[in-house]
């Protein structure tokens, strides 16, 4: 699929900066959270059964295929919004045991990074651009899953959602990224696989930029960024062309 142009932003601007959400962009959604989810699922059900299946269902997560579906809650959410959602299935849980339950540690989970990300990371640190990370997910587990998909280094700055900026849709992440990296927030990229990573980047003055990772389709997402991408591996050209 070629890129679709959707010009919102000023395009002219000289773009110093490249702020990436993590699940759906850096890493394929379905392939990493889905087997994940699965498991954590009937692992705190105590395994398949009715329980189980009112648990996916809140989630938004069809049990038998270990995916997602597209509307699910849980994709852009922050950790609040997951346990909104599993709180009232889990009521002698306190919040922080429920927490513990759906932590995504190292040992439990293996996130599967887009096709051609490290070369990415590599085009993009050489070519003179400050790279950060802005997510819902803690800024722990971001950290985690950057070194387990080995492109930690690249990455200046993690933002996530316990980092004091607040969550994604608002801007407040966005323009975290941009403090720590030093640079203006006019000068940064934001790029997503979700509305909430486009309404933060525009909320924040931003170039935003799509990419099907995710599960979100061109057409949802085009209307929101100004440029549709397949991935972040399509990101070192366009911006080539960019500043042409």
């Not at 679709?4 to 990436?20: E, M, V, Y």
């Not at 993590?22 to 692992?43: H, R």
């Not at 932590?103 to 096709?115: G, H, T």
């Not at 200046?156 to 980092?163: E, F, H, L, M, T």
């Amino acid at each position: 699929m070629s890129p679709l142009p959707k010009t919102t932003q000023n395009t002219s601007a000289a773009i110093t900066a490249i702020l990436f959400d993590k699940d759906g962009t850096l890493m394929d959604f379905q392939a990493s959270w889905g087997p994940w989810a699965q498991g954590v699922i009937f692992e705190i059900c105590g395994g398949p059964g009715e329980k189980a299946e009112a648990v996916a269902q809140a989630m938004g997560f069809d049990l038998a295929q270990a995916r997602f579906h597209p509307d699910s809650a849980i994709i852009a959410g922050t950790p609040e919004d997951v346990l909104n959602l599993l709180q009232p299935h889990f009521p002698h849980l306190a919040p922080d045991q429920l927490l513990a339950c759906l932590d995504a540690d190292p040992a439990r989970f293996s996130p599967k990074p887009v096709a051609g990300l490290g070369d990415m990371c590599m085009a993009l640190t050489q070519a003179g651009y400050a790279l950060a990370v802005v997510t819902n997910d803690f800024e722990a587990s971001a950290h985690d899953h950057l070194r387990q998909m080995d492109v930690s280094t690249y990455f200046s700055a993690v933002i996530g959602y316990d980092s004091g900026c607040g969550g994604k849709p608002a801007p407040g992440p966005c323009l975290g990224a941009a403090e720590r990296l030093g640079v203006d927030p006019s000068a940064c990229v934001m790029v997503g696989d979700s509305l909430h990573d486009l309404a933060a980047g525009r909320a924040a003055g931003m170039c935003t930029v799509a990419v099907l990772t995710g599960v979100a389709v061109a057409a949802e997402l085009a209307p929101h960024a100004d440029v549709v991408l397949n991935s972040v591996a399509d990101l070192p050209d366009w911006l080539r062309h960019r500043q042409i």
